[in-house]
Nanobody, 123 residues
Framework: VQLQASGGGLVQTGGSLRLSCAAS????????MGWFRQAPGKEREFVAS????????DYADSVKGRFTISRNNAENTVNLQLSSLKPEDTALYYC?????????????????WGQGTQVTVSS
């Protein structure tokens, strides 16, 4: 599987962005998908995950109520809507394909990773 993340950019505090992740070479319709992020000097952290059919979603407490994960299995894509952005959301955002069908916040449960898309929130 190859994952191509896009949609990052520079936005002011309170702004919104929509990240997209497109998978190729293999369908991801049977796998959970996740978004993680890594800020400079910090460890990678979980942001959001979605089960194979979209029936379950999970979010990090820090983004709950502001971010929304969704997927379109017909198009082999997963999206992350970022709203009410804060400077602390600044990071490189990665999408990943889960080993299994159920959502997980554990990065070890993900096998394929995209190259990341940069989100920068100015104060």
């Amino acid at each position: 599987v190859q994952l191509q993340a896009s949609g990052g950019g520079l936005v002011q505090t309170g702004g919104s962005l929509r990240l997209s992740c497109a998978a190729s070479r293999r369908t991801i319709g049977n796998n959970a998908m996740g978004w993680f992020r890594q800020a400079p000097g910090k460890e990678r952290e979980f942001v959001a995950s979605i089960s194979w059919n979209g029936g379950r979603t999970d979010y990090a407490d820090s983004v709950k109520g502001r971010f929304t994960i969704s997927r379109n299995n017909a198009e082999n894509t997963v999206n992350l809507q970022l709203s009410s952005l804060k400077p602390e959301d600044t990071a490189l955002y990665y999408c990943a394909v889960g080993l299994r069908s159920y959502a997980s916040a554990d990065s070890t449960q993900y096998r394929y990773w995209g190259q990341g898309t940069q989100v920068t929130v100015s104060s």
